[in-house]
């Protein structure tokens, strides 16, 4: 394997690695936050405390 | 429930949305330096490409596991005092020694594809290999453990002391070369001495630690906030199914009868 | 809204319980496993970690004890003593002024090509005359396995130019001098 072939690899294998652990981690914190009622509350607002979940 | 309007958002905030942008533009820069702006080595060519991610994967790996150690003395040491009995602590060494053991797979992953070019082998069980293989395995362990069935505090405290136990292993896999005769070169930097290595690949280096710090943080801060909505998650259905149990009971008064 | 239980208090963790089992037996199935992975690690780690070569000097020094034994030996390559014919490579290495003379089989890893590269070798000493940079020798290396140990230098193709003289001081305190090639 040639050394631009192993760099392209490494860099590639490392890019995919961070960016499918990170998806993970983002839509596990999704799907449970969901499941438990929390919805998806706005940022910008002083947070309504209403319990309605806001869905974006 | 007023314990829950802390963690009543995804695990997105202002701040690390800031910070995972902060996190992707650096790591734009970190390829363009790295790959393309950065010279080839004189012996390695292109090979020397792989230090950029190879080095600061370790180096993130190490800070990780110095917080899960940390996080992993403050659960025991104050676990008692706080309200939360220290699950705070018990969530930030999880999530860090999850990070941790991300980047030590990758560090080994890239090692490895560094060491066919370069050594002309994908492997060998020299010192420096053989115990970063086993920190890899040991905090896989850690996080196989934390999944075990047990009361949270207690499950805690198991976890605590195999995180302190794991971390001896990372100043033997970090030393090793300077201890043993290894195949593996040995420091890129250390303190003290003067570094052999080019101003360009250097700061090139550095930056790209920087980067790979931003990333980690970021993944950190998440899955920790992942673990306390798998906490809520948990305590939640347990309600659920003990009320469910109960709200059983009337109709079903033979095997009421029988339980108590 | 109370949701304390309002019989048993077994009861929580015997919900727990139920939900928990099936996981258990999944979970000791991969602590068993990385428990395997642990030990078969360590078992390798000691076989070779502690020692995993022996410089040209020392090897040269344990001859006798070595005597046919398998080992690894490492030196850096003479650029001016590399000659390849049919899969076979000659050349020697030199650590500590002591000098070996190696003869590989196989194809040697593309970074053998650079000048004075610390390279490792396996195999076994073998009886035979054989002319070395530092005088005539009653051994040779056979060796059918090369891994090049770079160093943790690294220096800009830009900047720095591939040559063929010794690293600064490597060779200062050696009685013999090494031809250098300048082509």
New interface residues.
Partial sequence: MSEVATVAIGWGLTFVVIVTYSLWVVSRGRTIGRKIGIGEVHQSGQLQESDLPTDT | MPERTDDSKMTATPLTRVLGILGIAASVVMAVLGLFISPPDVVQGEAVRMLYLHVPSIWIAYGSFVLTSISSLLFLARSKRREDSGRHYDRLAGSAAEVGVVFTGLTLITGMLWGKVTWGTYWQWDARLTTTVLLFVTYLGYLALRRLPADPVVRGRRAAVMALISFINVPIVHYSVDWWRTLHQKASLSVGRRPEITGEMYWTLLYSALTVTIVGAWLIIHRYRVIRLEEIRDEENLKMLISSRHQEKPTDSTAAGEVS | MD?T????IE??EE??RT??RR??WI?LV??VL??A??AF??A??L???????RNVDEAIEQRTELGTSRFRI?GRVIPSSVQGESGVTTFQIVHECAVAAIRHTGD?????E?PW?PV?LEGRWVQGKSQTAAGADSHYFRSDR?????????????????NEEPPAGFLDDCSFEVPVDHS
């Fill in positions: 949701l239980p309002r019989h048993e009861e929580p919900v727990r939900i928990h996981r258990r979970i991969i602590a990385l428990i992975a642990l690690v360590t390798q780690g076989r070779n970690a502690t020692l995993f070569f490492q040697p890893p593309e970074l053998f650079s590269i490792v090369m891994l090049v140990k770079h160093t943790n230098e690294y220096a800009s193709a830009n900047e720095v130019r591939v």
